[in-house]
T-cell receptor
Framework: KAGVTQTPRYLIKTRGQQVTLSCSPI?????VSWYQQTPGQGLQFLFE???????NKGNFPGRFSGRQFSNSRSEMNVSTLELGDSALYLC????????????FGPGTRLTVL | AQSVTQLDSHVSVSEGTPVLLRCNYS??????LFWYVQHPNKGLQLLLK??????LVKGINGFEAEFKKSETSFHLTKPSAHMSDAAEYFC????????????FGSGTKLNVKP
């Protein structure tokens, strides 16, 4: 099976712009989660989607949003970009079982200038 | 909410010596616990997971971890370090619906000296 794929891998934006990141989960996985990784804050949970519904949410402002499509692919959107949004954004997918393993994609490196 | 504390931000060992990476967690109920490894410019890879079965969990590449409820610890060990083990290691606890809300520790960078 192919792994979790994320596009694009690298992105450069300027302050005030918005950005959309995409994640394709492993085939058969219905849960998709998003994380932000920065040197200062480490890895932080953004949100999780399951069957097109946001099921879990972290502590990020409303500028961060997401959605999931019927084929389980997910997108994450960040509006009104700030310098502090520069980070590696990781997507992870898993099946529906509680004890199943979460598999991570390679990430999208976002740089905000 | 759950939290995870990795007690060492950096650990340095010599090749062939044991590895110990320490992790403590806080939880109001039985958690699911994981260790992930991140090599430079690579994605996160699952090393092992504890999900209320055996308290001693064996993972990939010779790593294992022991869940100690009385000490709220989940330390990662390996008997003999290899140069390829040099990476950053994250202890993770999950909660939320479906246990899909992951809380990551701050990470421990493992350096292996020849």
């Amino acid at each position: 099976k192919a792994g979790v794929t994320q596009t694009p891998r690298y992105l450069i934006k300027t302050r005030g712009q918005q950005v959309t990141l995409s994640c394709s989960p492993i085939s058969g996985h219905r849960s998709v989660s998003w994380y932000q990784q920065t040197p200062g804050q480490g890895l932080q949970f953004l949100f999780e989607y399951f069957s097109e519904t946001q099921r879990n949410k972290g502590n990020f402002p409303g500028r961060f949003s997401g959605r999931q499509f019927s084929n389980s692919r997910s997108e994450m959107n960040v509006s009104t970009l700030e310098l502090g949004d520069s980070a590696l954004y990781l997507c992870a997918s898993k099946t529906s079982g509680e004890t199943d393993t979460q598999y991570f994609g390679p990430g999208t490196r976002l740089t905000v200038l | 909410a759950q939290s995870v504390t990795q007690l060492d931000s950096h650990v340095s060992v010599s090749e062939g010596t044991p590895v110990l990476l320490r992790c403590n967690y806080s939880s109001s109920y039985s958690p699911s616990l994981f260790w992930y490894v991140q090599h430079p410019n690579k994605g996160l890879q699952l090393l092992l997971k504890y999900t209320s079965a055996a308290t001693l969990v064996k993972g990939i590449n010779g790593f294992e971890a022991e869940f100690k409820k009385s000490e709220t610890s989940f330390h990662l060990t390996k008997p003999s370090a290899h140069m390829s083990d040099a990476a950053e290691y994250f202890c993770v606890v999950s909660e939320g619906v479906g246990f899909n809300k992951f809380y990551f520790g701050s990470g421990t960078k493992l350096n292996v000296k020849p």
